[in-house]
Structure formats: structure tokens, C-alpha cells
């Protein structure tokens, strides 16, 4: 069945350090979405890539839809404490079926 | 407007018997999936209800299953409980399916 592979599974790094975490499909995906679960929290919806190439920015977040539309990118710029969280990729198949990556758990020290 | 209401918070129950999970929708929205979260598997799709039609169905046992109403509310029953079902149950609503979801606070289940 279909696979979405998330690395990597844990990231500690220093506050003011970027951060990237990668998402891969087994399958081509009709669009790709990205969470974000604070501790203790649920997923909270951060964006969604339909089109292939697609590059998308929120403040220090850039997202990127690869070309193949197989894989995707979050990477957060200059990381601060209220980044701390799992964040999951989620991509959609040509199904409609929405199936997660295993999420990147990101630490942030002071 | 209301968010994604899922009832109860928790639950504890004997292995062998079975719980129901209720999830309500936020009000517009047709489509609701739910999943499983572990610590060690991560977020596990369970099913996909659209129109009170199963859309989607993930790789779980016959034991669970779920339906949705009228009204779009939405429940998942799981029957003869064990010990590896305890997990949070996140239930995520959406317009439409393939849209942004909206998840629930979840009911975390424990399973003694």
C-alpha cells in the first residue's frame, strides 16, 4: 500500500538554528499537507501544496512540493522555542485517502 | 464557530469489551476521517466518511468500524477491546474531502 516516509523522526537543535524535515511518497500524490501537534496537543492544519514545484512561505516556514509531486520539504528558518512540536506531513493520493508521514518531533533549546 | 467536538476526553475499559467514540463535525463541514495515535506508530488512518458514505477505510481489523449520520455527526465503535488498542483516537473534519482538516482534541482510550 501506500507509504509516506518522514525524516527525520527526532531534531534537537539550538534556538536561532534552521531546521528541515523531508517527506516521501512511495505514490505520485494529487496534493500534500502539513500539520503541526504541539505536546499535549492535536494536528493543526500549517498549508497545502496542489501543484507540482509549488514553494509556498509562511514568515520562517517554506514549504516545497517537488516536481514528481512524490516528496515535500518544511523548513523553518532561525527556530525560536514556540517552534517546539511534531510536525507531520500528510499526502493525499489520487484516492483521496490521507495518509501521514510518522512527523519529525522538533525540540528547540534556549 | 464551534471546533471539532469528540466526546468522551477519556476512557478506560476492560479488554473484551467494546466503546463507542462520538466526533461532531464543524457545522458545514461533510467529511470526517478518523485515526489512531500512538507513540510508536504514529498517526494510523482508520476510516473516511463523506455523506454518511465510507469513503476511505484504512488497515484496521474488522473490529472497528465507524458510521456517519445525517447530520454529518460521526462515530466509531470498536468492539472486543485489547490491550494494544490504547491510543489517542483523533477525529478531523473537512468541507470537503482532500481539504484542510480540522482535528478534534482527540479521546484518548485506555485499554486495562
Known amino acids: 500500500g501506500q507509504q509516506v516516509m518522514q525524516i527525520p523522526q527526532y531534531q534537537h537543535v539550538q534556538e536561532g538554528e534552521d531546521f528541515t524535515t523531508y517527506c516521501n511518497s512511495s505514490?505520485?500524490?494529487?496534493?500534500i499537507q502539513w500539520y503541526k501537534q504541539r505536546p499535549g496537543g492535536h494536528p493543526v492544519f500549517l498549508i497545502q501544496l496542489v501543484k507540482s514545484g509549488e514553494v509556498k512561505k509562511q514568515k520562517r516556514l517554506t514549504f516545497q512540493f517537488g516536481e514528481a509531486k512524490k516528496n515535500s520539504s518544511l523548513h523553518i528558518t532561525a527556530t525560536q522555542t514556540t517552534d517546539v512540536g511534531t510536525y507531520f506531513c500528510a499526502g493525499c493520493n489520487q484516492g483521496g485517502k490521507l495518509i501521514f508521514g510518522q512527523g519529525t518531533e522538533l525540540s528547540v533549546k534556549p | 464557530k464551534a471546533g471539532v467536538t469528540q466526546t468522551p476526553r477519556y476512557l478506560i475499559k476492560t479488554r473484551g469489551q467494546q466503546v463507542t467514540l462520538s466526533c461532531s463535525p464543524i457545522?458545514?463541514?461533510?467529511?470526517v476521517s478518523w485515526y489512531q495515535q500512538t507513540p510508536g506508530q504514529g498517526l494510523q488512518f482508520l476510516f473516511e466518511y463523506f455523506s454518511e458514505t465510507q469513503r476511505n477505510k484504512g488497515n484496521f481489523p474488522g473490529r472497528f468500524s465507524g458510521r456517519q449520520f445525517s447530520n454529518s455527526r460521526s462515530e466509531m465503535n470498536v468492539s472486543t477491546l485489547e490491550l494494544g488498542d490504547s491510543a489517542l483516537y483523533l477525529c478531523?473534519?473537512?468541507?470537503?474531502?482532500?481539504?484542510?482538516?480540522?482535528f478534534g482534541q482527540g479521546t484518548r482510550l485506555t485499554v486495562v
Open positions: 457545522s458545514g463541514h461533510r467529511s
Open positions: 478531523a473534519s473537512s468541507l470537503e474531502p482532500d481539504t484542510e482538516a480540522f
Open positions: 505514490t505520485t500524490l494529487s496534493n
